[in-house]
Structure formats: structure tokens, C-alpha cells
């Protein structure tokens, strides 16, 4: 035996070997494309079976031997075509084009093989080059468009169709051309044998080498899903997760239903990444969460007619489905779909039900971190509602105590002397701190409101500096001292300007109280690119590096603030952070560079009106009267 | 009623007269300090027979009072006036009389007053 031999016999076996098995498949579960694959080595094999028969009685080299053999093997093309449309779907046209073609040109080999049998050869090459070329064409294309394992298989079957076409048209030219049979009969061999390996690793790998594909995918998978544990938002860890499966699974998208305790439901991401409930039964998923076992359908809206249109949506002709569960609980399922079944997807079971496992432990693991979120956000929610009722009881208790002591001094007088005089002194503190009382209260429903995201209401354009220097007006007219560095030119923000009034006022409170005695605070107006900044500077003891971000914190008071004044809640800071915020700008603290501290703000100024900036005017006259406030009228009584 | 004089020291003013005023229509005899270290100042000029001492105040707050006035031997009882929900440990703390706890009305005030007495 020559070795151009052994590589025919060692191609045939291989030939023969693979028509068992992908038959063994097709036996085992008889879909078309496993059919398909069968009538494509079935025939193969057959012409191989033939040719040794007729090599055994010695009547191969009559003419009609190579016509009838040539019969079998058009079949090949054919299965292949079929394959296709299995794969990933052909125009029906295609398929009716090709069986047409099959028919014609096996009663053409038919009626032929024994009287002409140049004419089927070469009919025959035309059909292999033709219909061969396009299915592997189309196989590579179908490579191209899939992803992991199902990818490497298909690029597997492509090369297998091509080498194959390639061999056969190398076998057909070397009978019709002798001068060149000898060379080409080497190159048939062997890219037959090339063939052949490539068509097993695509239609039958071994179980090592379908380990070693997945082996890199899985290692990704395990790589991405090592993170979502971690990631704050449950929906987003989902989304990535769903994806995660689908990338290794080759499929075009997958879905994980997340079973509710309490109710029959399970709850799906849509695809704008909100949560939306079904009944624990719905879809294909549904049904094998609720039967507990994976679920495959080829033909997802046939099965599942009620869904039809979600499966159209999707694109999810094929869909299978695995429960997700741990130690016995049902947490929910995994559902996997494509559009095409991926022709090796029973093959791929084992990786399903890992990814199933893979999910439940994900979601196990996040559940108990959102537990564990939760009971820190409920301990750190108790400790600030404690903390706050503690600093506004404290509060309240200061300018109480006033109220409470001037009104018995008063009665107690009285009851003495029904006569007495009245101290004004003394009714004007009851009245001042009675005022102090209210402000607090409405602070408190401030930072109440805040925390629902209501306090920023009628916004309008205004001119920030004109904000500015009205509150400066208001203070220097009360006999305040206040010094303002204003901007330029006017700069117009779309402000709700009460609040803005409030952010500046607050500041200004902090800069009398904590700033030093002997000198005034100062405001500065700035623009600075496209927002404009206000700063209010004081002289005081400043703030402490390490508490420049926590004092906008709610209830946070920096220590030294706490030494020098007992009152204060803690909320003047948050309740300016969350006001500047709510317009889009930030708040910071920085150190005065001569010692003390300055707050500054940004609002971003209009788009259109930083433009405008040097024809507008400052528009000073159309101040609003001024409210009454906690401070002017404090400033009066005094 | 015996001349007992009071020294009143708390930082916020409008505490200071209230309290001063409902101790004076008792026939106390009063005065006033804004600080630790004004009261020590007070104390130096005229002497109390019983302070009345908020504890947070800034300069010189009523622990540092406390300590710089027993580390005299100044041995003036001391009454405890505070917002804070701790002003039992606090009074314990500086070894005070007696505490008075904000928000506080005449028959407190006195009370807390005539508890301290005893000890003069």
C-alpha cells in the first residue's frame, strides 16, 4: 500500500466514521439540519462503500461506474445547500433553485452515466462549483456573524465544505485532463483527508477540543461576572450578566427571570433596562422555571404561540431555557434564544446548565450584598434620624427655654402685681427667639423636602450679581458691614431665586458666626467659563482640611464649629450643597489665603446669555421687594 | 430670702437675661458672663456664691472653667445649664451641684437653684 493510499483509506474511514456519528445524533434527536448533515455523509459515505465494492469486483474502471459514484456525490451539494438554510436561512428561492437543479442534474446522471458520461462529469463540476462554492461561502459568512464556540465550529465546517469542494474539483479536473491526474490525485488526497478533520472538529469534535474552544470563553465569562457582584445597581449587573451568557454561549441574547418569594411572577429586564413582571409561568423560560428542567424550542413562537410576538421582537426563533437554583430554591431562569438554533446546541447543554449555576451563585451573591446594604443603609438611617432628632431637639430647646422663661416672667409679675409694666426687653427676646423657633422648624422641613428632591421650583433667567449685591444692600441697610466684589458684566443663570437667596444668606450666617469679630466678611461675583461663582469669604478660625467635604454633609458639624457655638443642626451646609446642586452647579470650602474660610458656589450660567453678557445691563431695577426673613428682622429687633 | 448671688454664664445673650431676669424676681442677685474666661474674670471682681454654667461656649467652655476653678481652690457650687440630653454626666463630670436641663421654667430654674443651697 502507497502512502497516497493509506490517506484515501485512513480519508474514507474518517468519512464512514463521521456518517455514524453525526447519525448517531440524528437517531438520538432528528431535527432537519441533523437530517441534513446525515443525507450530506450519508451520501459521502456511500460513494466511498460504493467505490470499494466496485474496486472488489474489479469493475471500477467501467465508464458507467464513475457516473453512477458521481450520482451519489451530487448529492453532497446539495445536503449542503440544505445545511445552509439551517444555518442561517436562505431566500426560499434558493432552496427551490437548488432542489430543482439536484433533480435536473441527477436524471441528466441518470439517464447518462452509461452512454455519456463526459457530459454528467462536467455538468457535475459545474453543480459542485457552483452550489458547493456558495454553500461554503455562505457557511464562512455564517462564521463570521456567530460568536464562541458556535463560531470555531462553523469556521470548522466552512474550511471542511470549501476543502471539500476544492478536492472534488481537483478529482473531476484530473479524469478530464490525464496529463495532470498524477499531481492532482495527491492534492485530492489530501485535501480530501483535510476535509474530512475539518468537517469532524465542525459537525463531531471530541469532547477535548469542544472543552478547549469553550475554555477561553468561559474564562471572559468568569472574568466579567467576577465584577458584577460588585456593581451597585441591580439592573445593570443583569444587563451585563444576560450579555456575559450570551457572548459565551454564541447566542444573540439571553434573559434571566428573577423569581419573586412572594408572588407567582418573575421579573425580566425590557429592553430599556426597567424591570417588568410576567406570571412565574410566561414564555418558554416560565415554563421550565415552573417544570424545573431545561427546555429547548427550535421554533420558539409555534411553541409558545401567546409570545409569538415577543419571540418576533427578539428574534428569538430558538430558545432554551434552564431553572437557576440554589440549595433547592427556585431564584429563577435562564433563558437563551437566537435566531437561528445553533445547529450544535444539544452538544452544548452542559454549558448551559453551567451558566445556569453560574447565575444563581451571582445572584446569590448580590443578594447578600444588597442585604447587607440594606442593613448598613438601615443603621447609618437610623443613626442620622437619632443624631438629627438629638441636634434639633438641642436646637429647639435654646431658644425654648427664652420663650418658656419670658412668658412665666411675665405671669409671675403679673400675678404679683396685676399693674406691672412690662418689660419690652423681655417680650422682644420671647418674640425674637419664637421667630429663631420657626426658622428652625422651617429648616427642618427644608431638609425634609430636599431629601424628596422638591425644593428647586420656578427657575428664571437672572442676573447672579444682581442677586448678590440686593442681598448685600439688605444687610448694609441693617447696619451690617458686608463687603461685595462684584462681576463686570451681568451674568444671567436660570436660577430659582429665593433658594439662591437662601444658599448666599446661609453662607453669610456661617461667615457672622464662625468669622472674626474685627472683620467683616466680603462676597466675590466671578464668571469663570461657563459658570459663574460666588464666594463668601470670612476671617475666622476656617475650616479643618479634613472636614471640608463632610460639613455639607446633613447633621455633620466640624468640631471647631461645635466649640464655638452649641446651636446649629448641622443642615445650613447640606441644605445649600443640595440647593446649588439642584441647579447644576457645586459648593466647596476653601481656606481664606489670610486665614479663615471661604465658600464657594458655581451655577452654570445660560447658554445663550453668556453670550449676551456684554450688551445686556445689570438689571438692578426690577429687584423684588424683599421678604421679611429671620435676619432682617432679627437685625431690626436688635 | 438671704443675698445669694448668682453668676449666669452662658454665651447666648437672650439666655443670659432670661435667666438672670427669673433669678432676680426670686431675689437673687445676678451677674453675667459670656464665657468660661469672662466668668473667671467676674468671679476675680465680685464673688458668686453659685454659678450657673452652660457647658459649649466658645473662648473658655465649662469643662475648662470647671478645672481652672477648682485648680484655685475656688469650691463655688457650680448648677449645670445645658440643651445637651447630657447634662447629668456632664454635672458628674465637673463634680456640679446640680444640673438644669434646657428647655427650663421658673420652678426648675429654682428648684436646680435651691438644690445647689445646701451646699454653700
Known sequence: MTALELISLVTQVLFIGLFVAVLWHAVRQPTRARLDTVLLFGSIALVVVLSRVLQLLSISDAEWAGGLLLLFLNVGPYAMIRLVDDFSGTARWVQIAGAAAFVLIAVLGLISFRTAPVVIEVASLVWFIAVGGYAAIAFARSARSSRGITRRRMVAVATGAGLFIVAIVFAFVGALVPSVAGVLGVLTQLTALAAVIAFFLGFAPPTWVRHAWREPDLRRFLERSIHLTGLADDRQAIAELQRAVADTFGASGSAIGIADPQRPVLRYLDRDGEWVEYPNDAFIGGRAFTAQRRLVAMDAPGADPDHADVYARTSANTVIAAPVSAEGRRMGVLTIYADRAPIFVEDDMWLLELLADQTAVLLEARALT??????????????????????????????????????????????????????????????????????????????????????????????????????????????????????????????????????????????????????????RVWQDEREARIAVVDHGAGVPLADRERIFERFYRAPNAQSITDTGMGLGLYICRRIVEEHGGRIWAEATPSGGATFVFSIPLEPDAAAETHESKRPMADLPSWPPTAVTEATADA | MPDVRVLVVDDEADIRATVSAMLEIEGYDVDEAANGADALHAIELRAPDLILLDMRMPVLDGWGFASELRRRGNRTPIVVMTAARDAARWAGEIAAAAFVAKPFGMDDLITAVERARPAL
Open chain 1, 370 to 523: 444588597t442585604q447587607a446594604g440594606e442593613l448598613r443603609g438601615r443603621e447609618e438611617a437610623a443613626r442620622l434620624k437619632e443624631e438629627f432628632l438629638s441636634a434639633a431637639a438641642h436646637d429647639l430647646r435654646t431658644p425654648l427655654t427664652v420663650v418658656l422663661g419670658q412668658a412665666e416672667l411675665i405671669e409671675r409679675r403679673l400675678l404679683r402685681d396685676p399693674a406691672a409694666s412690662i418689660d419690652p426687653a423681655g417680650i422682644s427676646r420671647m418674640a425674637r427667639e419664637a421667630r429663631h423657633l420657626r426658622d428652625l422648624v422651617s429648616e427642618l422641613l427644608d431638609a425634609q423636602r430636599l431629601e424628596q428632591g422638591l425644593t428647586v421650583m420656578d427657575r428664571a433667567p437672572a442676573d447672579l450679581g444682581a442677586i448678590v449685591e440686593a442681598v448685600r444692600a439688605r444687610h448694609v441697610e441693617h447696619g451690617v458691614p458686608l463687603l461685595l466684589e462684584g462681576p463686570e458684566e451681568a451674568l444671567v443663570a436660570s436660577v430659582d431665586r429665593p433658594r439662591i437667596e437662601q444658599v448666599i444668606e446661609n453662607l453669610l450666617e456661617n461667615a457672622y458666626k464662625y468669622g472674626a469679630d474685627d472683620k467683616p466678611p466680603a462676597m
